[in-house]
């Protein structure tokens, strides 16, 4: 069956380090995503990536926030210079297309410890 | 401001009872509306789509959508231990085209 790939599954970083996660969505989906929880909290939106270009983003992604589809598979999101506030998990996903808007495929996260 | 919310829990139901999730939502314009399972530790996984007024079913999944009271709900029937998870109801508001608005969700026991 085929899956969203996330990885590192897990990374420690310094704060004010950059930080790149990496996904592999399914291959024939269109639409890429990064959601991040918070241990304990909601799960909440960051980003929506389309044609190479984003289509949403939240409060949360700011300019400290960089999404990129380097080649034809993979789909990266880049924290400039980490903030202990950033340490969360970080699940990519993926969906087909239009019409199933919401039908969102997710990976098994990244978590990220930022100390 | 956006809003879905959920029940904490944690909600307890014996093996083979019926149990029931729900989630209000505040934006009265919302069109999607999904279910997602959460164990812990993992990623959620979706369960149900539900985008019109009345019952959605899908094996023991039964989805319940209300606008006018917007109100979101999910049966599971004959529930076992293997459905105990966190469900947490999601919302694409309007003026959005794919960007979910989780609740907190509610922690599910299913006793054997």
């Known amino acids: 069956e085929p899956e969203v790939t996330q990885t590192p599954s897990h990374q420690v970083t310094q704060m004010g380090q950059e930080v790149i996660l990496r996904c592999v969505p399914i291959?024939?989906?269109?639409?890429f995503y990064w959601y991040r929880q918070i241990l304990g909290q909601k799960v909440e939106f960051l980003v929506s990536?389309?044609?190479?270009?984003?289509?949403?983003k939240s409060e949360i992604f700011d300019d400290q926030f960089s999404v990129e589809r380097p080649d034809g598979s993979n789909f990266t999101l880049k924290i400039r210079s980490t903030k202990l506030e950033d340490s969360a998990m970080y699940f990519c996903?993926?969906?087909?297309?239009?019409?199933?808007?919401?039908?969102?495929?997710f990976g098994d996260g990244s978590r990220l410890t930022v100390l | 401001q956006k809003e879905v919310e959920q029940n904490s829990g944690p909600l307890s139901v014996p093996e083979g009872a019926i149990a029931s999730l729900n989630c209000t939502y505040s934006?009265?314009?919302?069109?999607?509306f999904f279910w997602y399972r959460q164990y812990s530790g993992k990623s959620p996984e979706l369960i149900m789509s539900?985008?019109?007024?009345g019952d959605k079913e899908d094996g023991r999944f039964t989805a319940q959508l209300n606008k006018a009271s917007q109100y979101v709900s999910l049966l599971i029937r004959d529930s076992q231990p293997s459905d105990s998870a966190t469900y947490l109801c999601?919302?694409?508001?309007?003026?959005?085209?794919?960007?979910?608005?989780f609740g907190s969700g509610t922690q599910l026991t299913v006793l054997p």
């Open positions: 996903a993926s969906s087909v297309g239009l019409s199933n808007t919401g039908e969102l495929f």
């Open positions: 291959s024939n989906h269109l639409y």
């Open positions: 990536f389309y044609n190479n270009e984003i289509s949403e």
């Open positions: 934006d009265r314009g919302s069109q999607s």
């Open positions: 539900i985008y019109s007024n």
């Open positions: 999601a919302v694409i508001p309007p003026g959005s085209a794919r960007q979910l608005t």
